[in-house]
């Protein structure tokens, strides 16, 4: 059996860490998703939510808190 990719791995990280995220304020919940498993940049994330780059640090860091 092959070794599952990076898609693969992404998509079974999300569903183990649903839960956990379900729990978080919609500001850190939305940085997480949308760096750590959508797989954007801090940039794109921020630019995408209209946040400036630091911003968007900041959020993901306090998020993994």
Do not use: F, N
């Amino acid at each position: 059996m092959p070794e599952p990719g990076p898609a693969e791995l992404r998509t079974e990280l999300a569903a183990c860490l649903e839960p956990l995220l379900a729990q978080l304020p919609p500001i850190y919940r939305d940085a997480l998703r949308l760096t750590d498993l959508a797989g954007l940049t801090r940039a794109d994330a921020a630019a995408r939510i209209g946040l400036s780059t630091s911003g968007m640090k900041t959020r993901v860091q306090r998020a993994r808190t």
